[in-house]
């Protein structure tokens, strides 16, 4: 295995740019509906009567909102805290909101 080059100075100041803006998809079957940048999201609520607590609405910074339904309703309260700000759990634990 050949030696891996040292990084040069401009691969560094590359590394230590601030990372890109983050944003939210939402794909069915493996394609992509729509995107928006993080920052229009205002607020993730689980939708009270959804059937299993399933469903949940996604408010923008605008007013406008959607609501939306996972195929699999196991991870829609993660889902949810993490939209909200909360962060990635380890495996097993719930996620956390940041304060």
Not at 3 to 30: I, K, M, N, Q, Y
Not at 60 to 78: C, I, K, N, V
Not at 79 to 93: A, K, S
Request: proline share 9%; charged share 25%; glycine share 6%.
């Amino acid at each position: 295995m050949a030696a891996r080059p040292f990084p040069t100075s401009a691969a560094l100041r590359h590394r230590d740019r601030a990372a890109p803006p983050r944003r939210l998809f939402v794909v069915e079957s493996g394609r992509t509906l729509w995107e928006t940048p993080r920052d229009n999201v205002a607020e993730a609520t689980v939708k009270q009567f959804s059937v299993g607590r399933k469903a949940f609405r996604l408010s923008f910074q605008d007013g406008s909102w959607a609501r939306l339904t996972p195929r699999l309703s196991t991870h829609t309260t993660e889902l949810v805290d993490l939209l909200n700000g909360g962060t990635v759990p380890e495996r097993g634990q719930s996620p956390t909101a940041q304060p």
